[in-house]
């Protein structure tokens, strides 16, 4: 199930107003109008991990992100979870400067993380980290006009950075941090922060996006089997599978390469797909598995006349991701960003056009028993009320014994021949 992410950004933009940046901020829901922080290194690791939670690509547009970091995230593993060339990691004038700090930055710049001083006050102890930093940021609403005018004259000989003045709320503040040598700005004159909120996608269900994509992309059995011998969940479930498809075979599987060459990847491909679709345990979204895994049945059936196995696996996928949304409580179109999917599959889906479109139509109409849109979608692609009813009824048989052996947690597929065909 998707986990409410919450994140709150504001722009930091350029002489001209152009956006070069956002600032990311801890959120505890959607009303927060700040930040209510009990623990600093709470707030950085929770800023860090629903960046990756919501997509840097998705958040940032290919802009940067500056976020605040306490000394304690700043020593933490998580600070290198984020990509170097999304971050800038802001030092908060709370963090006391010391040959660890020092030595911290220096490590994480040969990463290629970049710096900036938050709030920089013209204190001595802040002057070795003014070589390291990329950016320094002013508070211009907290001191008068000409002490931020005396501040950047006085670190310039240290300094071959960038300024970004902070808490800008006027045309008149604007103008002054301009005319005086500072590129980038950010406050209210501009844009408020902005709250965000979005269903994440979950660690286990992009685990199985990206083998998706894999299989998709990569014929080689050596890339799709070592992330999958990474995951035990997912190879003991792979494994399981593999040897109740195989069953009438006289040796078991016991490899995960033994359980890729048996299965092959086009099926592998559509394990992973009820795997994704099906893998909610509550008994609301059981019954709407169910109804998912038929509708892609159906579409597949219908398909089988008319169109070649490559085009009948993607009407599988058509019908099966078509309740996608609901049943993993995240966007299509966020998901479509992880799982990139045909252009026949993606009109079907998004716009309802296409050569899939009648299939999927059809589908639904089927299971509101709509006779008159039956009749209709039915004639789109040449096949008739009948056939369309006999294929039901096969969906039906092929999803009750599809779903036969259910583990606690998704659809397994059954022990028949049928197995994903």
Request: charged letters at 20%.
């Amino acid at each position: 199930m998707g986990k409410e992410t919450f994140l709150a950004r504001q722009p930091i933009v350029d002489a001209e107003h152009r956006l070069f940046a956002y600032e990311l901020l801890f959120r505890q829901s959607m009303a927060s109008v700040s930040a209510q922080i009990t623990s600093q290194l709470q707030a950085g690791v929770e800023v860090i991990s629903n960046t990756l939670c919501l997509g840097p690509d998705w958040l940032l547009q290919g802009k940067l992100a500056f976020i605040n970091l306490d000394e304690a995230t700043l020593m933490s593993d998580f600070v290198c979870l984020l990509p170097p060339h999304h971050v800038v990691y802001e030092i908060l004038e709370t963090v006391p400067v010391s040959p660890v700090l020092i030595a911290r930055i220096r490590e994480l710049r040969q990463l290629g993380y970049r710096f900036a001083l938050d709030d920089f006050v013209c204190l001595d102890e802040y002057r070795p980290l003014l070589p390291m930093v990329d950016f320094v940021k002013l508070d211009v609403l907290e001191q008068p006009p000409e002490k931020t005018v005396e501040i950047i004259a006085h670190i310039r000989l240290n300094f071959t950075g960038q300024f970004i003045a902070e808490k800008v709320e006027s045309r008149e503040m604007f103008d002054l941090c301009r005319d005086s040598g500072i590129q980038y700005f950010q406050g209210y004159y501009f844009a408020r922060p902005e709250n965000l909120a979005n269903k994440s996608i979950q660690p286990g269900q992009l685990a199985v996006l990206e083998l998706m994509n894999k299989v998709r992309t990569c014929e080689d059995l050596a890339e799709i089997e070592e992330p999958l011998r990474r995951n035990a969940a997912l190879t003991l479930r792979l494994l399981r599978y593999a040897n109740s498809a195989a069953s009438g075979l006289q040796q078991r599987v016991h490899t995960v390469r033994q359980a890729l060459t048996q299965i092959g990847l086009k099926t592998l491909y559509r394990w992973l797909a009820l795997l994704l679709v099906t893998a909610n345990p509550t008994p609301t979204n059981a019954l709407l598995a169910r109804t998912a895994v038929t509708r892609g049945r159906l579409c597949e059936l219908l398909g089988q006349s008319r169109f070649n196995r490559e085009a009948q696996d993607e009407l599988f996928i058509t019908g099966l991701f078509s309740l996608a949304e609901p049943l993993m409580e995240i966007p299509l179109a966020r998901l479509l960003e992880y799982l990139p999917m045909p252009d026949p599959v993606v009109r079907a889906l998004v716009h309802q056009t296409g050569p899939y479109a009648p299939f999927l139509k059809l589908a639904e109409a089927s299971e509101r028993s709509d006779f008159e849109q039956i009749a209709r979608y039915a004639g789109d692609i040449a096949s008739s009320p009948e056939e369309v009813n006999v294929a039901q009824l096969q969906s039906l048989a092929w999803t009750e014994e599809l779903t036969s052996e259910v583990s606690p947690t998704a659809v397994e597929p059954a022990t028949s021949e049928a197995g994903l065909r």
